[in-house]
């Protein structure tokens, strides 16, 4: 075995550079995903169809219709935000009224995420999309020995604005203050005179948007596009959400940075690294989650957050 | 005297009847291809280089009255489909001899069913190392790994001297894995240090760090054992982290979709190929006409394979007179130098087909002779 590799530190800092913005990808995608868990106390398993969804939307408005970047990325949070309207309306809402449990709220989302996959295949066929070479320019940028590819800096830059501004959103807007107050209780916010059914949309628009973003972030990263992208994050998005603390904001985003740190420095510094990532990966998940039962964050949207 | 002259003339007449036996009107041909998702690039191709000799075959009258009918099921590139696609050409659509499947993967699977059957297979994809070995009734056309890999590997030392190589493969797939272990031996026996060897996995699509790490070693050439779906992606983040050195593509390689989702990032890249498409050879380029003719687009490695699989089927039969599972079978083991498009075409005593590879690389967007 070669231990040169420990000592070359423009090595380590090559991934640090592609982790954080491995990481970053699971993070948006993740706030998402624990958002409406943290609202709804459900897991929403169509997220990961809606993300793929989104790849394609911002795919079309780009390479389809030639619209620049900045339109190709809003085009794919307007996708993702109706698809998780749908979701609400047509998998989660009609099982609220009914008052079914959240058990029942989660085959639903397995139901309407089988329905999203195979509507795309019908719809794009199950061959890969790429761009083309216009949409980003692949030439990596040269920082001291660092390549830093057009690719990153934008999904670097894009993630923690994204999850600034929803930390801010939640913390500080009155939207916000409801949001966390039916997460608390539904019963108690309804007896506030606050709209719950209302500030569940808004959840479910925002939670969209956000798998909008990493949908067409990773659809630019790694130049795939295909109905069957969701299920590569959508292991290990559930991963960030449970490690981060199942329904917290920040607990996402450390959770999201951890997972792309740890998957990126296994395969670069573990011999045959590449062929058991996951499975380091969910050891360190499984260790984390032996010494913080709750995640990294504890629980919450209501509390925490 | 007499007596005996009667004899022998019941003789002649009785072998005649047998030889004259005629074929049946209809000879079924099954064949199991990927036909959706990302290997449809591999699949799509192949059923038509079939279709269009199960066309030409049938026109040419080879087989006199006769004619062979094509079934075609799509394998979904998937092992289980594979093997149920195969179940059904056998015991359903009672074909005489089955084409693919379109993997190795896929074939490790499929193929012992019709082995166990005594139907017997043409692969005209399948370059991994032991599919042949799974049975009599197995043949190929497509070129073992060990037949090109070190002529190709040959060509590049002789034009880049490279000292030190490093390689990146699929962990979970058969055809790469199996193609990554015949380059390591071809670099060993070349005497070229392996200096970094990095695997994914399926539905892996980010291989930033896998390059990286083989880029951290200054390899002199590259080595990438991928299918397409990958392919491009490597090529392209190869590109990307600034790998500038020679890059030897497998046999996965060999797809005109290399080029136009790849683009730049292909140009240069040297694979070694069972068939080229500026070939002079003439029956190869009456090939080339008639298949862009028919379908609009030229014809690819893979196409060619299969076209020529059907010629190779259909000189067989005739030459077994039969349309019996068992007498194909031996007579596709006596076919030897036979005129195809791929050149001058025998099997070797293991069914594995002999015929010349040639290197290419891209240049301009598109595969040209490397020299």
């Not at chain 1, 930390?167 to 916010?189: C, D, H, P, T, Y």
């Not at chain 1, 996951?278 to 499984?286: K, W, Y």
């Not at chain 2, 399948?126 to 190709?152: C, E, W």
């Not at chain 2, 140009?267 to 190929?273: A, F, R, W």
């Amino acid at each position: 075995m070669d231990f040169s590799l420990f000592a070359d530190p423009t090595f380590l800092a090559q991934n640090l550079v592609d982790g954080l913005s491995r990481g970053a990808l699971y993070g948006v995608y993740a706030i998402g995903f624990t958002l409406i868990f943290g609202v709804l106390d459900i897991l929403n398993l169509a997220h990961a169809a809606t993300f793929m969804w989104c790849a394609f939307a911002g795919y079309l408005a780009m390479a389809g219709l030639g619209l620049p970047l900045p339109l190709g990325l809003a085009a794919a949070m307007v996708a993702g935000a109706a698809v998780a309207l749908l979701l609400e309306f047509a998998a989660f809402r009609p099982l609220r009224r009914e008052g079914a449990d959240k058990l029942s709220a989660m085959i639903s989302s397995i139901g309407a995420s089988l329905i999203l996959v195979s509507v795309a295949e019908a719809i794009f066929g199950t061959e890969t999309r790429r761009f083309p070479s216009s949409a980003l320019d692949p030439r990596p940028h040269l920082v001291g020995g660092l390549r830093i590819s057009s690719a990153q800096i934008l999904i670097l830059v894009a993630s923690v604005a994204l999850m600034a501004g929803v930390g801010l959103f939640i913390r500080k807007s009155r939207m916000g203050k409801a949001i966390r107050a039916v997460a608390a209780s539904q019963r108690a916010a309804r007896l506030l005179g606050i709209d719950v059914n209302g500030v569940i949309v808004v959840t479910f628009l925002a939670a969209g948007a956000l798998a909008g973003a990493a949908g067409i972030l990773v659809a630019l990263l790694t130049n795939n596009i295909v109905p069957g992208m969701g299920s590569q994050i959508e292991l290990r998005g559930l991963a960030v959400v449970i490690l981060g603390g199942m329904g917290n904001i920040e607990g996402a985003v450390i959770g999201g940075f951890v997972l792309g740190l740890v998957e990126t420095f296994t395969i670069a510094y573990v011999p045959g690294g590449s062929d058991i990532k996951d499975a380091i990966a969910f050891l360190i998940l499984f260790f984390i989650l032996l010494v913080k039962p709750n995640g990294i964050m504890g629980r919450g949207v209501a509390d925490r957050a | 005297m007499k007596r005996t002259l009667i004899a022998i003339a019941i003789a002649f007449v009785t072998l005649g009847a047998i030889s004259a036996a005629p074929l049946p009107a209809t000879i079924k041909v099954g064949s199991a291809e990927s036909l959706t998702g990302d290997n449809a690039s591999y699949g799509v191709p192949i059923r038509r280089g079939i279709e269009l000799g199960v066309e030409e075959a049938n026109a040419s009258g080879i087989l006199g009255s006769s004619k062979l009918q094509l079934v075609v099921y799509d394998d979904k590139a998937d092992k289980q489909e594979g093997i149920s696609v195969f179940n059904k050409l056998i015991n359903d659509d009672k074909v005489s001899v089955i084409i693919g499947p379109t993997l190795s993967g896929t074939a490790f699977a499929a193929i012992p069913v019709a082995q166990k059957a005594g139907v017997p297979v043409i692969g005209t994809s399948l370059t991994a190392v032991g599919i042949t070995a799974m049975g009599n009734y197995v043949f190929r056309d497509s070129l073992p790994q060990a037949s090109v890999i070190p002529g190709t590997l040959a060509a590049a030392v002789a034009k880049f001297h490279p000292k030190k190589a490093a390689l990146l493969f699929q962990a979970d797939q058969e055809y790469s894995k199996s193609e990554a272990d015949v380059y390591k031996a071809a670099l060993q026996k070349a005497g070229i240090q392996l200096v970094a060897s990095e695997s994914y996995s399926k539905g892996d699509s980010d291989f930033r760090t896998q390059l990286s790490k083989l880029a951290a070693r200054k390899p002199d050439i590259y080595v990438f054992c991928c299918l397409i779906g990958e392919a491009i992606p490597v090529l392209q983040q190869a590109r990307e982290i600034g790998v500038t050195q020679p890059i030897l593509g497998g046999n996965g390689f060999n797809n005109p979709n290399v080029i136009k989702s790849g683009k730049e990032a292909a140009e240069g890249l040297i694979v070694g190929s069972s068939w080229f498409i500026e070939s002079k050879n003439p029956k190869s380029q009456a090939f080339v006409a008639a298949f862009t003719k028919k379908y609009g687009t030229p014809p690819d490695q893979f196409a060619a394979q299969g076209y020529t699989a059907v010629l190779i089927l259909a000189q067989a039969i005739k030459s077994a007179g039969s349309a019996d599972r068992a007498s194909i079978r031996d007579a596709l083991a006596r076919v030897k130098g036979f005129d195809t498009v791929l050149g001058t075409f025998s099997f070797d005593e293991n069914r594995d087909p002999v015929h010349p590879s040639t290197p290419i690389t891209v240049k301009g967007g598109k595969y040209v002779l490397f020299e």
